[in-house]
């Protein structure tokens, strides 16, 4: 078991190591690329394994260029383990230690309560918020998947999020919730190659990255493309759904009116799914 685990760890988390800080573009001898947590502790403080008890897990699942999907699932304490050189740090202006922990700062009172299940209304502000901190988490996760993986979002969404602390503005970013005894911490990636329209219409980016975070009963997806675009147009609110990015002026009240089970979270991770048909 242990030896397993050991080599799933050394076979699908070849993070992909970096020269230069992925956010800032800053390397040596400028600053030190430091290793980086997946989790922060506060989010094992709050989901700890007596509130959710031992089935706590982590799922990859990535649609190949052939459009065969791979699912994975790893416990959790492995995962936490996990680290990625992938940010700067080491300094007092290095990313890790600078402006992305005053994010995650920031937004861990917001989240805390949703994580275990308590109504919560986020005011526009707090939405930026946890959109920027959701967009910052899902461009460090994509290094997190393994050397065979595909690096989707653009480096100018990167720095869009470093000066701006700001979900880059064609992100999509929604939030949602799942019952309490659903799955307390899993993290999904798909990958779609997106194809050009055939005739006349504009081309389309050559990726999409989808990444479906949940953690304790707070769920939030971020999908970016591997093109710097102008906002998309703001969607509706889904039944099982909140849009936070694009932003709007107005209050929302989490939870949705529905929540996500098991069924619906899957359908809610893989958005492109009407279109792959997988
Ligand atoms: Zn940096």
Same mark, same amino acid.
């Given at each position: ?17 970096? /020269? ?23 989010? /094992? ?9 031992? /089935? ?5 699942? @990535?649609a190949?260029r052939? *459009?065969?999907?791979? @699912? ?25 230690? *600078? ?51 595909v690096i989707v979002l653009p480096?100018?969404a ?18 949602? !919730? ?13 990958v779609y190659q997106l194809q050009p329209k055939? !005739?006349?219409?504009l081309a389309l980016p050559g990726f999409a990255s ?5 953690? *304790?009963?707070?769920?939030?997806? @971020?999908?970016g493309t591997s093109v710097t675009g102008?906002? @998309? ?17 107005? /209050? ?27």
């Amino acid at each position: 078991m242990s030896e397993d685990r050991h080599k799933a760890r050394s076979a699908t988390f070849g993070t992909v190591p970096q /020269d230069v800080c992925i956010f800032c573009e800053r390397g040596k001898p400028l600053v030190k690329i430091t290793k980086e947590h997946l989790f922060s502790r506060w989010v /094992d403080d709050v989901l700890t394994p007596d509130l959710l008890g031992p /089935d706590r897990s982590f799922e990859r699942t @990535t649609a190949g260029r052939d *459009g065969t999907a791979v @699912t994975k699932t790893w416990p959790t304490e492995v995962i936490a383990a996990v680290e990625a050189a992938v940010v700067c740090g080491g300094r007092q202006d290095g990313c890790n230690g *600078g402006w992305m922990s005053e994010l995650d700062g920031q937004v861990r009172h917001l989240l805390e309560p949703m994580m275990l299940g308590k109504p919560r209304k986020l005011a526009r502000e707090e939405q930026l918020t946890i959109a920027a901190w959701a967009a910052m988490k899902s461009m460090v996760l994509e290094y997190f998947w393994g050397a065979d993986q595909v690096i989707v979002l653009p480096q100018t969404a990167r720095t869009f999020v470093f000066r701006q602390r700001r979900a880059p503005e064609n992100m999509q970013i929604r939030i949602a !919730a799942v019952e309490s005894w659903g799955r307390p911490a899993l993290f999904f990636r798909r990958v779609y190659q997106l194809q050009p329209k055939a !005739a006349g219409g504009l081309a389309l980016p050559g990726f999409a990255s989808c990444s479906t975070l949940v953690l *304790g009963c707070f769920v939030v997806q @971020t999908y970016g493309t591997s093109v710097t675009g102008p906002a @998309t147009s703001k969607q509706p609110h889904g039944r099982n759904y909140l849009v936070i990015n694009p932003p709007t002026s107005a /209050d929302i009240n989490w939870p949705p009116p529905e929540a996500l089970d098991d069924p619906a979270l899957d359908r809610f991770a893989h958005p492109l799914q009407p279109v792959t048909g997988d």
